[in-house]
Structure formats: C-alpha cells, structure tokens
C-alpha cells in the first residue's frame, strides 16, 4: 500500500471519528430526522440550581428510562451520591460530605417515558443528552 493511499484512509477515518464527536454534543438519543422533539425541563428558568457549572459525580455511564408524569414536579440528583439513582434523596445535606451541588428541579409537558441522565455531565439537564458516550467520560470511573 503506498504512502499517499494510506494517508488518505487515515484522513478520511479521522474525519469519520470527528463526525462522531460532533453527534455526541447534539441530544443523540434520537435523531432530529425522525421528527422526535428534545425534551425541555420548563422549570429551568425558575430555579437558579439549573444554572449550576459543576457537575456531579458518574453514579452510571447509561442513562435511567422512567415514566414522567406531566405537571408533577421531580428532583433529579445532580450530586451523583443520592441512593435512589436517578432522583434526590438529601444526600446532598449531609455536612460531612461537603457537597455544594443542588439536585434540579423539573417536570414534563407530556406524560410519557423519558431517558434521564445517570453520568451526571449532560448539557441538557436532567434529561440524557449522550454525554456518557464521549471517551472522556466512559474512560472515568463511577462513584
């Protein structure tokens, strides 16, 4: 195999790798061709703990499917230390933890089964955004 064949293969491979990285960013679960909506946490605005900059600790690199009903209000654990995975049981109050990150508050427009994030590193919080594919994130070790 020459040099310049081989170059291109290698090129095109990192192309292909760079496509891929692009897609995880994006709310991956689904694919926008399909016509399926991202979910939005409509509290988001009200509650100053959406806005939080850190994040919590991987409890798990998949996410938790769960039947949301709409108009009940949930707190999703952000800390990655709560017990009842993937919702806030306090754990966070705990002062000998010394946890400053706040779970999120959070409801639903439809009662329907949505994914939620378990990695604790989603953009799109509380719901799985794909973050926990990225090899940054899959390469850490859980809590």
Known sequence: ?????LR???AGLSRISYLRCRTVNQYSTK??????????NPLAKVYSATYQK?????YDKKPHKFFCEEGKVYNWCLCGHSKNQPFCDGTHNNIFLKIKIR???????KSKNYWLCNCKQTRNRPFCDGTHKREDIAGKKNY
């Open 1 to 5: 195999m020459s040099y310049y064949v």
């Open 8 to 10: 291109s293969k290698l």
């Open 31 to 40: 694919s926008k061709d399909n016509g399926a909506e991202v979910p939005v």
């Open 54 to 58: 850190e994040n919590g600790a991987i």
């Open 103 to 109: 779970p999120i508050k959070f409801t639903v427009t």
